[in-house]
């Protein structure tokens, strides 16, 4: 019922940037809280960055002062600014959300993207 559609990721060389986008579509009624997770080859996975829906964002320790969460309610967007980018950020980066369907406003359940590849490396 809810689909979280990805974009933005790519090959960097290390210190550049990029920037993820995720767009959840469906029956929503509402999106609460949205956030970035990656998961390297060989390692778990791991939240980068959460924002709730009213805008307040944490991070994980490894990304703060270098990547941006934000979003946009009107478009059930969120996005992730990633700079200074370092060959350890390379992963498979999900965009999850909790949602509110038109048909259960009293839950949120949790989405997941399909995932999207982030590389760097010179």
């Known amino acids: 019922q809810v689909q979280l559609v990805e974009s933005g990721g790519g090959l960097v060389q290390p210190g550049g940037s990029l920037r993820l986008s995720c767009a959840a579509a469906?029956?929503?009624?509402?999106?609460?809280?949205m956030g970035w997770h990656r998961q390297a080859p060989g390692k778990q996975r791991e939240l980068v960055a959460s924002?709730?829906?009213?805008?307040?964002?944490s991070y994980a320790d490894s990304v703060k002062g270098r990547f941006t969460i934000s979003r946009d309610n009107a478009k059930n967007t969120v996005y992730l600014q990633m700079n200074s980018l370092k060959p350890e950020d390379t992963a498979v980066y999900y965009c999850?959300?909790?949602?509110?369907?038109?048909?259960?406003?009293?839950?949120?359940?949790?989405?997941w993207g399909q995932g999207t590849q982030v590389t760097v490396s010179s």
């Open positions: 924002i709730a829906s009213g805008g307040s964002p």
């Open positions: 999850t959300a909790a949602v509110r369907l038109l048909g259960t406003l009293w839950k949120a359940d949790d989405y």
């Open positions: 469906g029956s929503i009624f509402r999106v609460d809280a």
